[in-house]
């Protein structure tokens, strides 16, 4: 902030004409910054984010550019913030993602549990390619058409899995053989090509008891928040 090393986590009081730089982070792949009142955007399905792929929504659909002017709405006063210590996930370059099987797991998945992958540089915000020893599945390529969405993993004809991410598509033919629940599912915009990824197993009911403890636990400090 106008040159002074400032720390993430906590809120900064800034001034028209301030410069805040953020430079490229070490672990992790996304930046995150909050401001006061919030930005104007155009709004699609009540929200103001920008869907990139098909041009909606945030400022004209696009991602912004250099001399781009962003408006913020009217100002509220802003309470002094730290996020809690509980609260502060340490990033690194390897991730443990709590999982389940999907509709497509077999008996040949179970090593799936004890693997290492690696995510290739093919990632965005539709997904994020895997590689490792993944199970090779007869009907691959004979599979109809049904319902999917974010942290589902699937596995191509190429052999690698594909592990999807928010903009992903609504429905897909490939096998589904893992599912990464929902209460570890925002970690996945963090990571980055080069990473490492474990898939840690939960049965259904772990999964829905570890949602309600991250629940909880947010809600300590963000009252209203959800996952």
């Known amino acids: 902030l106008n040159g002074r090393v400032v720390s993430f986590h906590e809120t900064l009081f800034v001034k028209q004409g301030d410069f805040l730089e953020v430079g490229r982070p070490d672990h992790g792949l996304r930046t995150y910054l909050a401001i006061s009142g919030g930005v104007v955007g155009d709004e699609f ?37 730290t996020t809690p210590e509980t609260l502060l996930f340490p990033l690194g370059n390897s991730f443990a993602l709590r999982a389940s099987e999907g509709p497509d797991y077999t008996d040949d998945c179970t090593h799936l549990w004890t693997e290492q992958y690696k995510a290739t540089r093919r990632a965005s915000r539709i997904g994020i390619e895997l590689d490792g020893a993944f199970p090779k599945i007869d009907s691959i390529e004979n599979l109809p058409s049904a319902g999917i969405f974010p942290g ?61 403890k991250k629940q909880k636990l947010i809600a300590s400090w963000i009252g209203g928040f959800r996952v």
């Open 45 to 81: 399905l009540e929200s103001e984010s920008t869907y990139i792929p098909a041009g909606l929504g945030g400022f004209d659909g696009r991602a912004l550019r250099s001399g781009d002017v962003v408006e913020t709405s009217p100002r509220t006063k802003p309470r002094r913030e």
């Open 152 to 212: 589902a993993l699937q596995l191509p004809p190429q052999g690698r899995g594909f592990l999807l991410l928010p903009d992903c598509q609504t429905t897909g033919g490939y096998p589904h053989i893992l599912q990464v629940n929902r209460s570890d599912r925002h970690l996945l915009g963090q990571i980055r090509p080069g990473d490492s990824i474990l898939f840690l197993h939960r049965t259904r009911e772990q999964a829905a008891d570890d949602l309600i």
